[in-house]
């Protein structure tokens, strides 16, 4: 009996069955396929996602597998991952312009983990395959030199342009460099201003798909300066469970909407303890109040951290969690976020190129 001769027009009507859960749309109106081949029943393709970093990649490659073979006279499928994160539309500027999202985090208060919620996040993404920054904003107390110890830290060059630092697969940029130890910068506004400036522009950063900003608590000079200078695709709050914590954080949100930054969902981090010993749950600080603002506010919430301390051994270390310890509660719940927020960064490019072609 002879084989069945295989199209590439069927094997795309078949894929169209398969749905981004994100983008409510077909993977292949989408333009996700590429590289098909056909070579008698052997059809091979590649499947091009938004984000290395997609928590659905092992569910929308098991369904384009399932619904090619099912085609009459293919043997096999054999389905390639691949990933292109997208920029989104952003107003004309020179600044930047290999940085494809600009991600800041910032909370209304210190103490809440949001420098080690910030440098798990570019972790994650790293590890994803993503090509990742982290630059620590926090002019006057930075702390990323601590969490994510560099053989290689940053440093000028000779043409005053600043080569960044690189640990676990992420550039990183901070003043912590440049006062290193514990040598206080004395510095007014004017003088932070410049500071980030120079850390954010004058850096060597190369092609990055990320650039995480760990701003410093608050809502001051600092994140005015990053607003005013670059395109931000959104910013995330990470706050305590408590009522005074979530209070003074949503000034920091009302921050972002009041200078037209995006908000991409808030992080409860510290959200419960569970006891090595007997494995009971604590809710030392409350829990779901995060989760409950967002919901109010109606914006995304990217899930709970909780208060472990594998992720302060990791700090002490230098090393953040996701790398130290991936199977650890923490771990999982910091790739979790990740992957929350790569999809919320991922929905806006979309959701922005979409309004961008309805415009024209």
Not at 293 to 309: C, E, R
Request: charge should be neutral; include cysteine; proline fraction near 7%.
């Amino acid at each position: 009996m002879t084989q069945a001769k295989v199209a590439e027009a069927q094997v795309l009507d078949a894929l169209r069955a398969v749905m981004d859960p994100d983008l409510h749309r077909d993977i292949v109106s989408l333009g996700f396929i590429r590289n098909m081949k056909i070579e008698g029943g052997v059809v091979s393709f590649d499947v091009n996602l938004t984000t290395p970093a997609c928590p659905v990649k092992d569910r929308l490659r098991d369904q384009s597998r399932q619904v090619v073979l099912a085609i009459p006279g293919v043997t096999d499928a054999r389905v390639n991952m691949t990933a292109e994160v997208r920029r989104p539309p952003a107003p004309n500027t020179s600044a930047l312009q290999n940085v494809r999202n600009i991600v800041a985090v910032g909370s209304g208060k210190g103490g809440v983990g949001k420098s080690t919620v910030a440098a798990n996040i570019a972790t994650s993404l790293a590890r994803s395959g993503a090509r990742v920054g982290l630059l620590d904003a926090d002019i006057y107390g930075p702390t990323i030199p601590m969490m994510m110890r560099s053989a290689n830290p940053a440093a000028p060059r000779a043409d005053n342009v600043i080569e960044p630092g690189e640990a676990h697969g992420v550039k990183l940029m901070s003043m912590g460099y440049m006062t290193p130890g514990d040598q206080p910068l004395i510095w007014r506004g004017p003088m932070a201003h410049k500071a980030l400036q120079q850390s954010l522009l004058g850096v060597n950063w190369g092609e990055l798909d990320y650039l995480i900003v760990d701003l410093p608590p608050g809502t001051g000079d600092v994140h005015l300066t990053l607003v005013q200078s670059v395109p931000v695709t959104g910013g995330v709050i990470v706050s305590t469970p408590q009522d005074v914590g979530l209070q003074i954080s949503m000034k920091t949100l009302r921050m972002f909407q009041q200078t037209k930054v995006p908000i991409l969902g808030i992080v409860e981090n510290m959200s419960y303890y569970v006891c090595p010993h007997c494995g009971g749950r604590d809710d030392i600080f409350g829990h779901g109040g995060a989760e409950e603002a967002a919901k109010a506010l109606d914006v995304p919430f990217l899930g709970s951290i909780p208060l472990d301390p594998a992720i302060r051994r990791a700090a002490d270390e230098g090393t953040p969690v996701v790398i130290a310890e991936p199977d650890s509660l923490s771990g999982k719940a910091m790739f979790d976020v990740t992957g929350s927020l790569a999809r919320q960064v991922s929905m806006r490019a979309f959701r922005n190129l979409s309004l961008s072609i309805v415009e024209e």
